[in-house]
């Protein structure tokens, strides 16, 4: 029996009873019991049930319909959102991915055998107590990734698994089990056949995971890396010691940025060589445009020296958040022991040329021009670049004298 005086899983609670009350089962089920088990902080909580999507919805007022073919509603309570499935079996995986269709069970133990791994598929109900058909007590015990079920048969259903076996690893710092990771090596090219989209998310979990650097080399071990988009003549041994370095101390990066810190790693080892080579390599990934450019200025800054980079022009070109982010980076690798870039960016004069005391119709009134064109437009950026750098000052009056005295 287990003490469910978690206050997520407290708030959660009712939707079991409720569900119970109206004659079906249902658990709490997946990443939140494995992590609760574990003693982590627990986020989403997943609740598995008997009950049929419709009866879901005949009991709740308030739902959300995602995916009701796989048997998916998200329930909204007190505040609270869920995504409540019912229990599933799988049908015959023909491409893969995805199997050919869903049948829904009425019993719980079934709908484990379809989950990826054993500390995945433990069930927790209303009362505290643990449902565990397939080890994964055991399992988490001894810090083991491990297929429910046949290794060989559950990649060939799903090959996306097999990047999730190395996720969980390096997130939770777990083995991944010797069966397990020997029919990864041998289904390896099966991941050919998922959508980049998601190989993206389960990629940069990877290497997100905590434990990066005691677990990123199962990269190397299971030969996936072969099938995900790397460069011909990539040295992965290299590649992934380098990450290890980067990735040893930084536990509390804000989440959305630590997505750039790794990714802007990445392509600082990678060293590709122009800038459109950078964006066409990310965006084989199918990353988004905003964490390419992100990602590239990221390394930018990682190249200059921070001498270099604390000089107001470099320090002009980048954002705010980039510079934090490669601040904090190299307080976390004893590279740097004060907040000096902090400090150098937040005494430029403009951080950008809105912030200029000075535009350009302004400009087009004090030349007497009728019309904008060059002349103006490289006008305003000697200004910003004198501005940026400290010789002039950002004052109206001023920067008027400076354009006169340059244009008689
Ligand atoms: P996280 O903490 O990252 O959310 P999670 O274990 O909850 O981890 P999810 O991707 O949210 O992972 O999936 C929820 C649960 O659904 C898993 O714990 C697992 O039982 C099952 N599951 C998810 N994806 C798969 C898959 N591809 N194959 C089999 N089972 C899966
Ligand atoms: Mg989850």
Not at 53 to 73: L, R, S, Y
């Amino acid at each position: 029996m287990i003490d469910l005086s978690e206050p997520l899983f407290q708030q959660a609670l009712p939707l079991l009873t409720i569900i119970e009350s109206h004659g079906h089962e249902a658990y709490f089920v997946g990443g939140s019991v494995r992590d609760f088990l574990l003693g982590k902080t627990i986020h989403d909580i997943d609740i598995a049930t008997s009950a049929t999507p419709q009866e879901i919805k005949a009991i709740f007022p308030a739902t959300i319909d995602v995916g009701i073919e796989h048997g998916t509603v998200i329930v909204r309570y007190k505040g609270g959102t869920y995504e409540v499935t019912t229990f599933r079996v799988e049908g015959k995986y023909s491409d893969y991915r995805r199997p050919d269709r869903v049948d829904f069970v009425r019993n719980l133990e079934q709908d484990t055998l379809r989950r990826d791994f054993t500390i995945n598929a433990l069930a927790i109900d209303s009362k505290g107590h643990v449902f565990d058909y397939h080890g994964g007590l055991k399992d988490l015990k001894c810090h083991l990734i491990r297929a429910v079920g046949n290794p060989h048969e559950r990649f060939q259903e799903d090959a996306l698994r097999m990047l999730r076996a190395l996720r969980f690893s390096t997130q939770l710092g777990f083995t991944i089990d010797k069966n397990t990771m020997s029919a990864i090596q041998q289904l390896a090219f099966l991941i050919e056949n998922i959508a980049m989209e998601r190989i993206q998310i389960e990629f940069t979990k990877y290497l997100q995971g905590h434990f990066f650097s005691k677990k990123g080399f199962s990269l190397i071990q299971s030969e996936l890396y072969h099938y995900l988009p790397f460069p011909n003549d990539l040295n992965i041994d290299q590649l992934i010691t380098s990450l290890e370095k980067d990735f040893e101390p930084i536990e509390t990066i804000k989440l959305s940025n630590h997505e750039i810190l790794v990714w802007g790693s990445l392509l600082y080892h990678l060293d590709i060589q122009t800038r459109e080579l950078e964006q066409s390599y990310l965006r084989k990934w199918k990353h988004s445009n905003a964490l390419i450019n992100n990602a590239i200025a990221f390394k930018e800054c990682r190249r200059l020296d921070i001498d270099e980079l604390v000089m107001p022009e470099n320090l002009y070109r980048f954002d705010r958040d980039i510079l934090t982010l490669i601040e904090t980076f190299y307080l976390r690798h004893g590279r740097l022991s004060s907040t000096r870039i902090t400090e150098a960016y937040l005494r430029l004069q403009i951080k950008n040329i809105q912030e200029l005391a000075i535009n350009g119709k302004q400009i087009m009134a004090i030349l007497e021009l009728e019309r904008g064109g060059p002349i103006v437009g490289k006008l305003l950026a000697d200004i910003e670049r004198k501005v940026v750098t400290g010789s002039l000052n950002n004052e109206y009056d001023e920067i008027v004298q400076y354009i006169n005295e340059k244009m008689h």
